[in-house]
């Protein structure tokens, strides 16, 4: 199944990510990012709360296809997102991914069951699911996400090295794993929030001026 | 002629996420090189159809509302059926690799101020290479204009080439800038063989009358 | 090793002439508990929370637990801040605050603050019924002015806080700050902030932030799913700008509408030694 992890996990799979910076436009424009290692530490928060938060909902999306279970799921992420510009942005993302795994995998009564609008965590898990993967792989993908969107985002906006980046990406790569790990064998959904990420999500979508969408 | 989007339809259908309707709008995409007038010609391309049609535009400038302000400062649409996509530094990205988030503003536009008879998509400003997929629109028009240099045509690329139509903008400034009209004309027919362009004047009356013109073809052929 | 009790215990509920009174006060372990005042009915009771032995230190094990019936109106306080304090592993501190129909809790005690070495790891559960009110404030400080200027840096603070309205889950947040936490004071999480805050109003007027704020601080107010709940929230170098970004943002529902709301905000003195009225309905 490692084929289909890559499918999903490609930067290139249609489902939307590549207009979306998770925050970091927001933080260069803040002045907050501006250099290779402050995108580190901005990626290593951010991994380790709002990815953390996203892989738990993944994984425990991945191990139903149980609509009602979905739905609950669903809810939870409303309740982890307390900006309403950051959940709106993660139902249109999962409209999105919904729309490319409806296409991959469409015999799939999961995916055709979703109702639009479903949260991007909970698409994603139903997505990994469909293709045949297992909740850890579905943390994977979602900390894979959490981390890769922003730092490609950060490349392209401070012109970045991206050797430079790439090294980051490899260094946190342990951190990555540790992170799905945790949040596919978490008891309790995990709800990790980062503060700034909400400040500047709720911030960024009133901007007259933006190249990244969120 | 290679374009047949009816039977591309058919052949190959658009993977949506809302359920098909009955009939949904005929889409045409508008890409080109920055400030070739892209988002001049479909300001015109509304002033002269609104009347007749219903209309949508979806705008993919990389300042994300910068064009689709422009669309209603001018007035040429109800602020509700103009939608911008922001494309992450990316315009091509977003009309080509991954149409995903131009599909849902097409769809948001047709559920919100539908039915729609046209929905013209805007790339952002983008380079000679970039085009449409057809998954996105049914038709494309590649907007290039005189003052960018009368070797544009020659210089070929997938938007000069593979478009539906090409347009050449901004006659009026040919003899300003040395651009001879003609060997554009010569250079556009060969690259394109029976692909038509047109020569438009923004600047003159209904200067956007053999656009006009050509969508209405597109549109007789969709109904 | 450390203090181990059962909850501290507010009840609050209506009595037939529509006082809210308070049939059960009890403290326990760390947490003494004082009525401030027996309130003329329509208006609420006050509960101060006094810190009864220092800490809590790391091991302890304690808690408040606050009901408040139908119609009943509670507010609390505390007369200081709480400074988690280092001992034998982390210490653990549970709320649980419930709110019946019509009634509401103001809960706004002092900071809590994380002195070098700490650990606290503190849960707030609220179970609110439909058509409860409720204002929660929670101040979270990163080290004492002490634990920065000795180099020694701040203590451990990790809070959850969640949200029931109506038996649906409105808000789930964890905010895990201070050595140990990976990433938390760089940013992504809290930047070169030392003092997070937050107002949550339910059934409560919330004023947005007036001043222009920094790019990477000052206070958002976000609106959480769920019925007539919204939450400011805000980030400061020090728990007096916190403080400032949070008081007056809160008011009665007329002063929303006639935007005077700017009149009570000198109303609480930053760090609170005396306990400020409810300035709500103490007019």
């Known amino acids: ?214 | 002629m290679h374009r047949d989007h009816i039977a591309d339809e058919s052949g190959a259908p658009v993977v949506s996420a809302a359920p098909p309707g009955p009939r949904r709008a005929l889409r045409i995409g508008l890409g080109g090189p920055v400030g070739s007038g892209k988002t001049a010609t479909v300001a015109a391309l509304c002033r002269a159809l609104r009347a007749e049609l219903s209309l949508g535009v979806v705008t993919n400038d990389i300042y994300t509302t910068e064009d689709a302000e422009f669309l209603l400062r001018h007035a040429v649409l109800a602020p509700e059926r103009i939608t911008a996509v922001a494309t992450g530094c990316c315009p091509h990205t977003a009309i080509r690799d991954d149409i995903s988030a131009n599909l849902e503003a097409v769809e948001e536009l047709e559920a919100k101020a539908g039915p729609l008879d046209l929905v013209l998509v805007e790339s952002g400003g983008d380079n000679l290479t970039a085009t449409f997929s057809r998954g996105l629109v049914d038709a494309q028009i590649f907007v290039i204009d005189v003052a960018g240099g009368d070797k544009i045509p020659r210089k070929g690329g997938p938007g000069v080439t593979s478009a539906d139509l090409l347009v050449i903008n901004k006659t009026d400034l040919a003899e300003l800038v040395g651009a001879d009209l003609a060997v554009m004309a010569r250079d556009a027919t060969a690259q394109r063989g029976e692909r038509p362009f047109v020569f438009t004047s923004l600047a003159a009356p209904d200067g956007v009358a053999p656009v006009t013109a050509w969508v209405r073809e597109r549109l007789a052929g969709w109904g | 090793m450390g203090v181990s009790a059962g909850p501290a215990r507010i009840e609050a509920e209506l009595d037939g002439r529509g006082r809210t009174v308070l049939p059960v006060l009890a403290g326990a372990g760390p947490v003494a508990l004082r009525q401030w005042r027996r309130p003329p009915p329509g208006e609420p009771a006050e509960v101060a929370m006094v810190g009864s032995m220092a800490g809590p230190l790391g091991g302890d094990r304690y808690g408040v637990r606050v009901t408040v019936g139908p119609g009943a109106r509670l507010r609390v306080t505390s007369v200081a801040a709480t400074v988690s304090l280092p001992g034998d592993g982390p210490a653990h501190c549970t709320l649980e605050l419930s709110v019946a129909p019509g009634g509401l809790l103001d809960w706004r005690p002092e900071p809590v603050v994380a002195a070098a070495g700490s650990h606290l790891l503190l849960e707030t559960r609220v179970e609110l019924a439909a058509g409860a009110a409720l204002l929660l404030r929670e101040e979270q400080v990163l080290g004492r002015r002490h634990d920065w200027t000795s180099g020694a840096g701040p203590g451990r603070l990790t809070a959850t806080l969640t949200v029931r309205q109506d038996g649906v889950e409105i808000l789930a947040q964890q905010t895990d700050l201070g050595p140990g936490a990976p990433g938390w004071d760089g940013p992504a999480v809290l930047g070169p902030h030392r003092a997070l805050g937050q107002l949550l109003a339910v059934h409560r007027p919330l004023h947005p932030p007036e001043e222009e704020a920094a790019p990477d601080g000052g206070a958002v107010l976000l609106t959480l799913p769920g019925s007539g709940a919204r939450l400011l929230t805000a980030l400061a170098p020090d728990a007096l700008l916190l403080r400032r970004l949070l008081t007056g943002r809160e008011g009665p529902a007329h002063r929303e509408a006639d935007g005077t709301g700017a009149t009570q905000r000198q109303a609480q003195p930053a760090c609170a030694g005396r306990l400020p009225r409810l300035s709500s309905e103490a007019r």
């Open chain 1, 1 to 214: 199944m490692t084929a289909a992890l890559l499918l999903l996990a490609d930067g290139r799979f249609p489902a939307g990510g590549h207009a979306h910076s998770g925050g970091a436009a927001a933080a260069v424009a803040a002045g907050t990012v501006t250099d290779v290692p402050s995108l580190e530490r901005f990626l290593l928060g951010r991994l380790h709360t709002v990815g953390l938060t996203a892989a738990g909902l993944a994984a425990a999306a991945a191990r139903t296809a149980d609509p009602a279970e979905l739905a609950e799921l669903d809810r939870a992420t409303e309740a982890r997102t307390p900006s309403a510009a950051l959940r709106a942005v993660s139902r249109r993302l999962g409209r999105q991914l919904l729309r490319a795994a409806r296409a991959g995998w469409p015999a799939d009564a999961g995916l055709a069951a979703l109702p639009a609008g479903t949260h991007h965590p909970v698409v994603l898990g139903t997505a990994a699911r469909a293709a045949g993967l297992t909740d850890r792989r579905a943390a994977e993908l979602a900390v894979h996400e959490a981390v890769s969107g922003p730092a490609t985002a950060a490349l392209r906006l401070l012109g970045l090295d991206p050797y430079q980046l790439v090294a980051v990406l490899a260094r946190l790569a342990p951190q990555l794993d540790l992170v799905a790990e945790r949040a596919a064998t978490a008891t309790r959904l995990p709800a990790a929030s980062a503060p700034l990420l909400d400040l500047y999500g709720e911030r960024y979508d009133s901007w007259k001026v933006k190249l990244f969408a969120s």
